[in-house]
T-cell receptor
Framework: KAGVTQTPRYLIKTRGQQVTLSCSPI?????VSWYQQTPGQGLQFLFE???????NKGNFPGRFSGRQFSNSRSEMNVSTLELGDSALYLC?????????????FGPGTRLTVL | AQKVTQAQTEISVVEKEDVTLDCVYE???????LFWYKQPPSGELVFLIR??????QNEISGRYSWNFQKSTSSFNFTITASQVVDSAVYFC??????????????FGQGTELSVKP
């Protein structure tokens, strides 16, 4: 089975712009979670989608949003980018049957905001 | 409150040494799962193990072993006869069964392991 894929792998944006990141889960997985990783804050949960519905949300401002499509692929959007949004954004997929299922991660998208 | 603490920020060992990475967690939930992930320089988090709160048996997988002790809220990870390829950042994570509508892993700050030849 192919693993979790994320596109693009690298992005450079300027402050005020918006960005969309994409995540394709492992085939058959219906849950996609997103995390932000920074040197200062570590790995933080953004949100989780299951069957096109957001089931859980972390403590991030409304500039961070996401969605999931019927094929379980997910996108994450960040509007009005700030310098502090520079981070590695990781998505993970799981079967979604239970909230504690093992999550398998993609390679991440490294976002740099100038 | 849920929290995972990995007190060791960096560990450096010489190849073939044994090394233990510590993980202490806090949760009020009685049903929870603990995980270890490895993050090599490429950035992808690689799943290593998942353990539920009702199973305190130690686990061994090749050179890797895990010691889960509920009494001390610890889930430590030992690499026996370390190799250069073990160099990476290792994360311990917690997932609670109740109050977690889905997909939320709480991570420790990570331990960067450097294995020198």
């Amino acid at each position: 089975k192919a693993g979790v894929t994320q596109t693009p792998r690298y992005l450079i944006k300027t402050r005020g712009q918006q960005v969309t990141l994409s995540c394709s889960p492992i085939s058959g997985h219906r849950s996609v979670s997103w995390y932000q990783q920074t040197p200062g804050q570590g790995l933080q949960f953004l949100f989780e989608y299951f069957s096109e519905t957001q089931r859980n949300k972390g403590n991030f401002p409304g500039r961070f949003s996401g969605r999931q499509f019927s094929n379980s692929r997910s996108e994450m959007n960040v509007s009005t980018l700030e310098l502090g949004d520079s981070a590695l954004y990781l998505c993970a997929s799981s079967s979604g049957a239970h909230s504690t299922d093992t999550q398998y991660f993609g390679p991440g998208t490294r976002l740099t905001v100038l | 409150a849920q929290k995972v603490t990995q007190a060791q920020t960096e560990i450096s060992v010489v190849e073939k040494e044994d090394v233990t990475l510590d993980c202490v967690y806090e949760t009020r939930d009685t049903t929870y799962y603990l995980f270890w992930y490895k993050q090599p320089p490429s950035g992808e988090l690689v799943f290593l193990i998942r353990r539920n709160s009702f199973d305190e048996q130690n686990e061994i997988s090749g050179r890797y072993s895990w010691n889960f002790q509920k009494s001390t809220s610890s889930f430590n990870f030992t690499i026996t006869a370390s190799q250069v390829v073990d160099s990476a950042v290792y994360f311990c994570a917690l997932s609670e069964a109740s109050g977690n509508q889905g997909g939320k892993l709480i991570f420790g700050q990570g331990t960067e392991l450097s294995v020198k030849p």
